[in-house]
């Protein structure tokens, strides 16, 4: 069974511009959830979707957003970028239903110049 | 204050020893309870999960956990080099659908 894949493993952009992550969850998996990771506050939770709707999202502002789509893909994206924004982003899936657990894919390494 | 502590690092052990990691929750609502481990620069590995209290053992992992005092351990017994890692503790539950982590213990195995 294929495991959770992120597209791309790495991505260089500068301030102002905007990124689009990609997930590909587990095959029957139709939870996905964004975390950011960075070495100041580690992982924090983004947002999660669940059959095409977004179902809990943490507290990061407007400018990080995602969707699902009817295959349970997701991506994510973030619009005018920061320095702070330089981070590991990593998709989980599972299959959507209370205190699963969530597996993760490679993530993928964003750095804004 | 953090949701999920854990006990601050380095940790290093001697090969074949057991090495103990710990982690603290804030929220009462917490139900399940995730060891992850994380090579540098790879993503988190699920290694453990534990939802009752008591222990849980996989191999040489043994998780335990203790909802009255809010803790969680791991216990890796027989210690390798290759065990070494970050570990995060994550707790899952409440109304919120996230995982919450810690900052993650560094282990280090020493041959």
């Known amino acids: 069974k294929a495991g959770v894949t992120q597209t791309p493993r790495y991505l260089i952009k500068t301030r102002g511009q905007q990124v689009t992550l990609s997930c590909s969850p587990i095959?029957?998996?139709?939870?996905v959830s964004w975390y950011q990771q960075t070495p100041g506050q580690g992982l924090q939770f983004l947002f999660e979707?669940?059959?095409?709707?977004?179902?809990n999202k943490g507290n990061f502002p407007g400018r990080f957003s995602g969707r699902q789509f009817s295959n349970s893909r997701s991506e994510m994206n973030v619009s005018t970028l920061e320095l702070g924004d330089s981070a590991l982003y990593l998709c989980?899936?599972?299959?959507?239903?209370?205190?699963?657990?969530?597996?993760f894919g490679s993530g993928t390494q964003l750095s804004v110049l | 204050q953090k949701e999920v502590e854990q006990n601050s690092g380095p940790l290093s052990v001697p090969e074949g020893a057991i090495a103990s990691l710990n982690c603290t929750y804030s929220?009462?609502?917490?139900?399940?309870f995730f060891w992850y481990r994380q090579y540098s620069g790879k993503s988190p590995e699920l290694i453990m999960s534990i939802y009752s209290n008591g222990d849980k053992e996989d191999g040489r992992f043994t998780a335990q956990l203790n909802k009255a005092s809010q803790y969680v351990s791991l216990l890796i017994r027989d210690s390798q080099p290759s065990d070494s890692a970050t570990y995060l503790c994550?707790?899952?539950?409440?109304?919120?659908?996230?995982?919450?982590f810690g900052s993650g213990t560094q282990l280090t195995v020493l041959p």
């Open positions: 994550a707790a899952l539950g409440g109304s919120a659908r996230q995982l919450t």
């Open positions: 095959s029957g998996h139709r939870s």
């Open positions: 979707y669940f059959s095409e709707t977004q179902r």
């Open positions: 989980a899936s599972s299959v959507g239903g209370a205190n699963e657990k969530l597996f």
């Open positions: 929220d009462r609502v917490s139900q399940s």
